[in-house]
C-alpha cells in the first residue's frame, strides 16, 4: 500500500471514531432557564356583613371654581379578629368614578374612627358611596362638619368577675381639632340604668361601673356636648365578659414528722367556679433554705370548677441534734381575693445518735454481755465468765473436791499448794 493510500485510510478511520464518539455524547445544546413562576393574584376576601363603612365628618374649603372636600372616615367590626378586603375588588370600592382611592384593606376588631383621609373636588363629585361587604355609606354634605363632628372610644376590661366592680374610660376627641374637655358621658350595661361623669381634660371620662352576674355583656358610652356648644353628641358600644367570682383562696401545710423527705402545701378555695392563678414562695423562718428545707417557688392556676391545687417542697436529711423549727409558705399576686396567705411549717427537732447501753452481766450470765462490763479493770467484784477459767484447773478443782472429801485438812492444803503457781494469789 502506497504512503497516499495508508494516509487516506488513516483520516478515513479518524473521522469514523469522530462520528461515534459524537453520536453516543450528550448534545451541548443550553438548557432554556425555567421560566419565574407568575406571582399568584392575591385572593379578594368578600367583606362579611360584619363590617360597617363610617363617615365621621367632612370639611369644604372653597378654593376659587373648586370646593375642596376632606372627607374623615372610620369603620366598625365585629369580627374577633382582622378581616383583610382588597379594595376595589367589589367587596371595598367607591362610587361612582375609581374604585380603589387608597381606602384601608385590614380591619381590626372594635370600632376605629378617623382611620383614612380622602380629598375630592366637591363640585366635581358631590355624592360618593363608600361599600363595604353588604354595607355602604354615603359621603356628601349632609355628613357632620368637622368642626363639629364628635367621636368617642371605650375601653373596658376583655374581662371581669362577678363580685366587685368594673372600671371603664371613654375619650371624646374631635377631628382635626382639639378635643372637649366639657360634656358629660354616661356609662350603661345591657342598655339598664347609666352612671353619667363629667368630662375632664383630654376628652377622658372614667367611673367604676357594678359588675354584672356572670355571661356576656354589652357596655355603650354616650357624649353628651354642655349646653350652648355646636358639638354633636357621640355614641359607642364594647363587649364586656364576665366571669363568676372565685372564692376566696387559703393555703395549708401538711404536718412533718421524724423521716419525712417533702412536705405538701395544699391551696384551696370555698368556691370554684372561676379560673384563677396565684404565686407561692416558701420564707425563712428559724429553719433555713438549703439546710433545712429546700427553697420553692412557683404559679398555681386553679381551672374553673376545680378546688384545690397542690405544691412540693423538698426537705433533705437533717444533721442529728438539729432542733425543732419553722418555715413559712406565702401566697402572692393572686387573682381572687385571699383568705389565708401564710401557712407555717413545722419541723421536728432530730434526737442525737444514741452511744453503746453498757450491759451489766447478771448472775450466771455470760458472753459478750459479760464483756462488757462497766466495772473497772482489775476490780475484784469483777464477774469472772467461768467459761475463762483454763480447762486443767477445772480438773484441779474437781479433785480438790474429791481431796476434801477424803483427806479433809490435808487434801485441802494439797489444793491450794497446786492451784497457787497458776492464779498467784498465794
Known amino acids: 500500500m502506497t504512503p497516499r493510500a495508508r494516509l487516506r485510510l488513516t483520516c478515513a478511520l479518524g473521522a469514523a471514531l469522530v462520528a461515534v464518539a459524537l453520536a453516543g455524547a450528550p448534545a451541548f445544546a443550553s438548557t432554556p432557564a425555567p421560566s419565574p413562576s407568575p406571582t399568584p393574584t392575591p385572593t379578594p376576601t368578600a367583606a362579611p356583613d360584619v363590617l ?13 371654581a373648586v370646593t375642596s372636600r376632606t372627607v374623615v372616615l372610620g369603620y366598625r367590626s365585629s369580627a374577633t379578629s382582622p378581616v383583610t378586603v382588597t379594595p376595589g375588588s367589589g367587596a371595598d370600592d ?3 368614578g375609581t374604585p380603589d382611592r387608597g381606602q384601608p384593606s385590614t380591619f381590626l376588631p372594635g370600632e376605629h374612627h378617623g382611620v383614612w383621609l380622602l380629598t375630592v373636588d366637591a363640585a366635581a363629585e358631590p355624592s360618593l358611596t ?25 375601653s373596658t376590661p376583655a374581662t371581669a368577675t362577678s363580685s366587685g366592680t368594673v ?4 375619650t371624646v376627641t374631635r377631628f382635626l381639632l382639639a378635643a372637649p374637655d366639657t360634656g358629660t358621658v354616661a356609662f350603661a350595661v345591657d342598655g339598664g340604668s347609666s352612671t353619667t361623669v363629667p368630662v375632664g381634660p383630654g376628652g377622658i371620662a372614667r367611673t367604676d361601673l357594678p359588675a354584672p352576674a356572670a355571661g356576656a355583656h354589652t357596655v355603650t358610652a354616650t357624649f353628651a356636648p354642655a349646653a350652648g356648644s355646636t358639638l354633636r353628641p357621640a355614641t359607642t358600644a364594647a ?3 364576665v366571669a363568676a367570682a372565685s372564692g376566696a383562696l387559703a393555703v395549708a401545710a401538711d404536718s412533718v414528722v421524724s423521716g419525712s423527705t417533702s412536705v405538701t402545701v395544699h391551696v384551696t378555695r370555698t368556691g370554684a367556679s372561676a379560673p384563677v392563678t396565684v404565686d407561692f414562695a416558701t420564707v425563712d423562718g428559724t429553719a433555713h433554705a438549703g439546710t433545712d428545707y429546700v427553697a420553692a417557688s412557683g404559679a398555681l392556676a386553679l381551672a374553673a370548677g376545680q378546688a384545690a391545687a397542690t405544691a412540693t417542697v423538698s426537705l433533705p436529711a437533717r444533721a442529728p441534734g438539729s432542733p425543732a423549727s419553722v418555715f413559712f409558705v406565702v401566697l402572692q399576686r ?7 396567705a401564710v401557712a407555717m411549717v413545722s419541723l421536728p427537732a432530730v434526737p442525737v445518735a444514741a452511744p453503746a447501753s453498757a450491759a451489766v452481766g447478771g448472775a450466771g450470765g455470760g458472753g459478750a454481755a459479760d464483756a462488757a462490763s462497766a466495772l473497772p479493770q482489775g476490780d475484784p467484784t469483777a464477774h469472772t465468765p467461768l467459761g475463762a477459767a483454763p480447762v486443767g484447773q ?5 479433785l480438790g473436791a474429791a481431796l476434801v472429801a477424803v483427806g479433809g ?3 485441802i492444803i494439797g489444793l491450794f499448794r497446786s492451784v497457787r503457781p497458776r492464779d498467784g494469789l498465794l
Open 94 to 96: 367607591l362610587s361612582p
Open 409 to 411: 485438812v490435808a487434801g
Open 394 to 398: 477445772d480438773l484441779l478443782l474437781l
Open 239 to 241: 363587649p364586656l365578659t
Open 52 to 64: 360597617t363603612p363610617l363617615v365621621d365628618c367632612v370639611q369644604d374649603a372653597p378654593l376659587g
Open 334 to 340: 393572686a387573682t381572687a381575693d385571699v383568705s389565708g
Open 130 to 154: 363608600w361599600t363595604l361587604g353588604g354595607r355602604s355609606a354615603t359621603i356628601d354634605a349632609t355628613a357632620p362638619a368637622c368642626t363639629d363632628a364628635t367621636a368617642i372610644v371605650l
Open 167 to 170: 372600671a371603664v374610660s371613654a
